[in-house]
């Protein structure tokens, strides 16, 4: 691989003696990796079905190396949101953060979406998940993987880190910032970072990370943790960064990684000589199976919390609601005011389910406020694919339930029309009992809701 030669002569001078082994690392394989969606079953659940040779990835308890043969992105299971697809040192940031059910937890620099996957799964449906890109084309890719993992309570934006931190003033208990950065790291995994690495430079980059870190400390709440991680080496964009933070918010420190194989220190050295920055962690393809990465953990010290003003979205009409409690009765076996309990509300023609314990939204650009649920029509309701990826398969009163070896699942995920009998209505289509989306039994026909945007490719 022919890397940039400013970027080697730096990385000579700052590695030294291990410069041959670093460069050596860029002849060798890419790791490749998919991360157990907990959301749907249990990493030992999976291990009994996985179509794929798996090896744990050490420091993430439901990541996996696949291998290069591997075609991950080509299987049911992953339009079933069972796994993501991921690099394995990526899965390093929300491991260090640890989000549990019930935090609430922002994604700032989300798109698009493995970081907030990995949140939406360790939450488990509980607590909060605000996901924010300030790309709006990188964003589509953000509402598509949190959809397809069956997530529930969030809220994905498209906004500026100022804008939302006037609505969360010490909101968060967790917050990620998974900078935009010149993505060094990436150059054995991905080519075009390399032919970037001009456009995407160290500078203009720092630069962007200074406007998203001065607002982190007013959206944490005191006591809460803020994880900021690159995928690069420059320490510019790294120890520079985290020093400079400390120095302008003396209200937050580092606080202490769990030290795994191959993780190695930050260095003092090349952030002006602080020595906590000790407690960063770097990541080099030269001393783990993975590509590059810098991780720092920061705790906000403790102090006053600011309780907001919780927003209760409108209730649906009574339209909207009698034609939402006739398809729950015909279609699931679960209880309309269990949707209600959980926070149904409309907006326009669309039905959502709100995440409990939101202030206001006015004035920020919301993508999706929470579950979409689906539309409402001249008098009924038609479900969405997104619907049908948070249910199981005991919720639906008629299931179609499809061999992941099977040419029906690849038909339907296709966007195929079934000849298939059966009792009319809504039928959620599943592949080995996980759902994939909706089909509606005409006859002997089966209508094919499977979004198109979504479908299997040969």
Known sequence: MKLPENFTIRMEQMLGPEYEDFIASYEEPRNYGIRINTLKLSTEEFLKISPFKLKPVPWAHEGFYIGEEDRPAKHPYYHAGLYYIQEPSAMTTISVLQPKPGDRVLDLCAAPGG???????????????????????????????????????????????????????????????????SGEGMFRKDPFAVKSWGEFSVEKCVSMQKSILKHISSMLRPGGYVVYSTCTFAPEENEERISELLKKHPELELADIIPYPGFENGKPEWGGGLQELRKTVRLWPHKLQGEGHFVALLRKRDGEDCELKEYVPPTPSPEAVVDFCNFVKDTLHLSPDSFFEQGLFQSYSRLYVSPQGLPSLNGLKVIRPGWYLGELKKNRFKPVTTMALALKKKDAARVLDF????????????????????????????????????????????????????????
């Open 115 to 181: 970081k907030s996957t990995q949140i939406a799964a360790r939450l488990a449906n509980k607590g909060v998940l605000v996901t924010n890109d300030v790309n709006s084309q990188r964003i589509i890719a953000l509402v598509r993987n949190l959809e397809m993992m069956g997530a529930k309570n969030y809220v994905i934006l498209n906004e500026l880190p100022g804008k939302i931190a006037a609505h969360f003033p010490n909101y968060f208990d967790k917050i990620v910032i998974d900078a935009p950065c």
């Open 403 to 458: 061999s992941s070896k099977s040419d029906e699942v690849i038909r339907y995920l296709k966007g195929e029309t079934l000849s298939i009998s059966g009792e009319r209505g809504w039928n959620l289509v599943c592949v080995d009992g996980y759902p994939l989306g909706w089909a509606k039994q005409l006859q002997d026909m089966l209508n094919n809701y499977y979004p198109s945007g979504w479908r299997w490719l040969d």
